[in-house]
């Protein structure tokens, strides 16, 4: 028992531990939908993207309100993976609003000023492909 007592926080064996804090409820959930919200940037637009990350920035709130309340009654891995999910759930939102500018930008100037197919210049490089043929 006295060297149980003598054992600092670190070394103490990890049912200790675990009996004492708990996770936070929404932490994996937080985590999951943060690296998922990365990777779908490029899908649909970046709503997706959009979507998920502001769902996990969401629940992911209410558990750092928590947490900050109590941080003595909540495992620390639990928070480590809370936090982390909020910051890929940040970036897979400014992905998101990225890509959404990319495209809105791309018709907006791309296509409609570069893509005449009655233009000259179309009709010469369609002549010089039918030569190589």
């Known amino acids: 028992m006295e060297e149980n007592k003598a054992l600092s926080d670190s070394e103490k ?3 200790d531990v675990s009996q004492s804090k708990r996770p936070l409820p929404n932490a994996t959930v937080t985590l999951i939908l943060g690296i ?13 993207s959009i979507l998920t990350s502001v769902i996990a920035l969401i629940v992911s709130s209410k558990d750092l309100k928590r947490y900050r309340e109590n941080p003595d009654a909540f495992d620390r891995g ?3 993976n809370l936090n982390a999910g909020r910051i890929c759930a940040v970036i897979g939102l400014i992905l998101g609003v990225i890509y959404i500018i990319g495209i809105i930008l ?6 409609v000023t570069n893509f005449n197919p009655s233009t ?14």
């Open 13 to 15: 064996p990890l049912d």
């Open 36 to 48: 998922i919200s990365i990777p779908f940037c490029c899908c649909y637009f970046g709503v997706i």
């Open 78 to 80: 639990s928070y480590k």
């Open 106 to 111: 791309l018709f907006t100037f791309g296509f």
């Open 120 to 133: 000259e210049e179309f009709q010469e490089i369609i002549k010089q492909f039918e030569e190589l043929e």
